[in-house]
């Protein structure tokens, strides 16, 4: 699924599902890069993210795999 990852101005990173029109803050990271890991939204989503280059410019829209969390 298509997601984007925002950061906000305090440095906060959320992830956006269009489809769903959801948003929802990150709230953990498996790796310290976020990138090509497992993050945790505030709903209880996992989200399985692309390997990306440290440093990845924000906003960017990325496809994720949903592994866990709450149906539909």
Do not use: F, H
Not at 39 to 67: F, K, S, Y
Request: proline residues 8%; glycine residues 10%.
């Amino acid at each position: 699924m298509k997601v984007m990852i925002r950061k906000d101005s305090k440095g906060a990173l959320s992830a956006y599902v269009p489809k769903k029109d959801l948003e929802e803050p990150i709230v953990s990271m498996v790796q310290p890069g976020m990138w090509g890991g497992l993050v945790t939204l505030a709903n209880g989503w996992q989200l399985d993210l692309p390997a990306m280059p440290e440093g990845t410019a924000l906003p960017i829209t990325v496809e994720a795999r949903r592994i866990a969390g709450d149906a539909d």
